[in-house]
T-cell receptor, first 114, second 117 residues
Framework: GQQLNQSPQSMFIQEGEDVSMNCTSSSIFNTWLWYKQEPGEGPVLLIALYKAGELTSNGRLTAQFGITRKDSFLNISASIPSDVGIYFCAGQLIGGTSYGKLTFGQGTILTVHP | GAGVSQSPRYKVTKRGQDVALRCDPISGHVSLYWYRQALGQGPEFLTYFNYEAQQDKSGLPNDRFSAERPEGSISTLTIQRTEQRDSAMYRC???????????????FGDGTRLSIL
């Protein structure tokens, strides 16, 4: 099925470093979301973006909804060991019967070395 | 707890058997979604409901897959005559109503790991 292009696929960083990951699509979305998934658990919502150009922060996390509505990025500042996990972007499109459907990226695996 | 609850957490069954996976959404959430997640991939959409009405089933792979939500709360995803390729993590999510110009964030359960032998 269709998936978003998320990069990088994996990152290995030192504690304290900043992290940036992004997501691109060939299709327009009305909503972009960023989730984090840890082993044995379901994805947990981090940030939701509803307007093109919107920049939203949640603690050390900052995400932006691209102007073209075809991309989004997530930044994590001053990383800590508990940031370890898989980060997923997801796009949602309003229209027809597609109000509910989320399309996910392949995920970015983040490893933080103490 | 207050989150999305899925059962069972793990299901191992022989090829050809039918399986039923259950999802109990967050209280007050009227929209319910089913996704399937392969190892190393993001979740892929299967179907979703507003209350008891199935709004979109475009993601169901074939007619062996079906879902229902008869009373607008708990939902069951049923796979008939299972095949090995059906093995995956099946995830349920819920949200406040998905409707015009008001996308509500989806909150996920911990999933059911299905293994077909």
């Amino acid at each position: 099925g269709q998936q978003l292009n998320q990069s990088p696929q994996s990152m290995f960083i030192q504690e304290g470093e900043d992290v940036s990951m992004n997501c691109t699509s060939s299709s327009i979305f009305n909503t972009w979301l960023w989730y984090k998934q840890e082993p044995g658990e379901g994805p947990v919502l981090l940030i939701a973006l509803y307007k093109a150009g919107e920049l939203t922060s949640n603690g050390r996390l900052t995400a932006q909804f691209g102007i073209t509505r075809k991309d989004s990025f997530l930044n994590i500042s001053a990383s800590i060991p508990s940031d370890v996990g898989i980060y997923f972007c997801a796009g949602q499109l309003i229209g027809g019967t597609s109000y509910g459907k989320l399309t996910f990226g392949q995920g970015t695996i983040l490893t933080v070395h103490p | 707890g207050a989150g999305v609850s899925q059962s069972p957490r793990y299901k191992v069954t022989k090829r050809g058997q039918d399986v039923a996976l259950r999802c109990d959404p967050i209280s007050g959430h009227v929209s319910l979604y089913w996704y399937r997640q392969a190892l190393g991939q993001g979740p892929e959409f299967l179907t979703y409901f507003n209350y008891e009405a199935q709004q979109d089933k475009s993601g169901l792979p074939n007619d062996r897959f079906s879902a229902e939500r008869p009373e607008g709360s708990i939902s069951t995803l049923t796979i008939q005559r299972t095949e090995q390729r059906d093995s995956a993590m099946y995830r349920c999510a819920s949200s406040l109503r998905a409707r015009d110009y008001s996308n509500q964030p989806q909150h996920f359960g911990d999933g059911t790991r299905l293994s077909i032998l």
